[in-house]
């Protein structure tokens, strides 16, 4: 018999990386961060350092085998291991932490916190996000830097629903993803996607369907948010590096700790 796990639509999501979605993450990813962005921040601004949202270790553990004294943080524990088991595969040594951005509380300040893409966007809400500055601030050295990437998600084109891609897992079976529909709210700044995720091996299929949301933050918005936690904007770039229109769609910040 076929066995469905559709789950609610209000999973939490701090705990959307978990089960079938954690191990479908690396297979089916398209994209993984340059590690030598975020190791050129980090020898510019110092370390320790903290990267928020580590997931499975891209780029946290190409930048230990830099040598570089950095940590990461994930809200997601299946994600956590995921990554020791990377990192005692290729032989580096990695301190990782299960704590949710908007609730960080480490023994260690760091000269540096940064997020290698635009985690950030998956903090549901403005308040949520302040939570998460507040945090960002108190683990900073006096004068340390933050880099955190935001982006402004566009809709989905009709055609893209339903369309599924495909990958094989470590034990040989089939995983399958799909993005089943998207809702978007201008005035809440939110656009959420339900995504489908399954596995066919051996046994009974198993399929989990997860909400995905996405918050979005005017430039000015954001600013105003970083200043409240003590966050001074030194600039606004796009992905060249280059100074960021006020209305572009990837900006990334570089904050101080006032």
Same mark, same amino acid.
């Given at each position: 018999?076929?066995?469905?796990?559709?789950?609610?639509?209000?999973?939490?999501?701090?705990?959307?990386?978990?089960?079938?979605?954690?191990?479908?993450?690396?297979? !089916?990813?398209?994209?993984?961060?340059?590690?030598?962005?975020?190791?050129?921040?980090l020898h510019e601004a110092?370390?320790?350092?903290?990267?928020?949202?580590?997931?499975?270790?891209?780029? !946290?553990?190409?930048?230990?085998?830099?040598?570089?004294?950095?940590?990461?943080?994930?809200?997601?524990?299946?994600?956590?291991?995921?990554?020791?088991r990377r990192a005692d595969a290729e032989?580096?040594?990695?301190?990782?932490?299960?704590?949710?951005?908007?609730?960080?509380?480490?023994?260690? =300040?760091?000269?540096?916190?940064?997020?290698?893409?635009?985690?950030?966007?998956?903090?549901?809400?403005?308040? /949520?996000?302040?939570?998460?500055?507040?945090?960002?601030?108190?683990? !900073?050295?006096?004068?340390?830097?933050?880099?955190?990437?935001?982006?402004?998600?566009?809709? /989905?084109?009709?055609?893209?629903?339903?369309?599924?891609? /495909?990958?094989?897992?470590?034990?040989?079976?089939?995983?399958?993803?799909? !993005?089943?529909?998207?809702?978007?709210?201008?005035?809440?700044?939110?656009?959420?996607?339900?995504?489908?995720?399954?596995?066919?091996?051996?046994?009974?299929?198993?399929?989990?369907?997860?909400?995905?949301?996405?918050?979005?933050?005017?430039?000015?918005?954001?600013?105003?948010?970083?200043?409240?936690?003590?966050? /001074?904007?030194?600039?606004?770039?796009?992905?060249?590096?280059?100074?960021?229109?006020?209305?572009?769609?990837?900006?990334?910040?570089?904050? =101080?700790?006032?």
């Amino acid at each position: 018999m076929r066995k469905r796990l559709l789950e609610q639509q209000h999973t939490d999501p701090a705990d959307f990386y978990t089960g079938i979605v954690a191990e479908s993450y690396a297979p !089916l990813k398209s994209f993984s961060p340059d590690p030598e962005i975020y190791a050129a921040f980090l020898h510019e601004a110092g370390t320790p350092a903290l990267e928020l949202g580590c997931g499975d270790g891209d780029p !946290l553990l190409a930048l230990r085998l830099h040598g570089l004294d950095v940590e990461g943080v994930d809200s997601s524990a299946d994600m956590l291991e995921r990554c020791r088991r990377r990192a005692d595969a290729e032989g580096v040594s990695v301190t990782v932490h299960h704590q949710r951005m908007e609730a960080l509380s480490l023994p260690r =300040r760091f000269r540096a916190v940064f997020l290698a893409g635009p985690t950030f966007n998956l903090l549901p809400d403005d308040g /949520t996000a302040a939570a998460a500055l507040h945090g960002i601030r108190r683990h !900073l050295t006096d004068g340390g830097s933050a880099l955190i990437p935001l982006h402004i998600p566009s809709p /989905t084109p009709a055609e893209n629903l339903g369309r599924v891609r /495909t990958a094989v897992a470590d034990d040989g079976a089939e995983l399958r993803f799909s !993005l089943v529909s998207e809702k978007r709210d201008e005035t809440l700044r939110t656009q959420t996607a339900l995504l489908r995720y399954e596995r066919h091996g051996a046994g009974a299929p198993t399929v989990v369907e997860r909400p995905w949301p996405l918050h979005w933050y005017p430039r000015s918005v954001f600013e105003e948010l970083a200043a409240a936690a003590g966050l /001074t904007t030194v600039s606004v770039t796009d992905p060249d590096g280059d100074a960021a229109a006020d209305d572009a769609a990837y900006m990334v910040f570089r904050l =101080r700790a006032a």
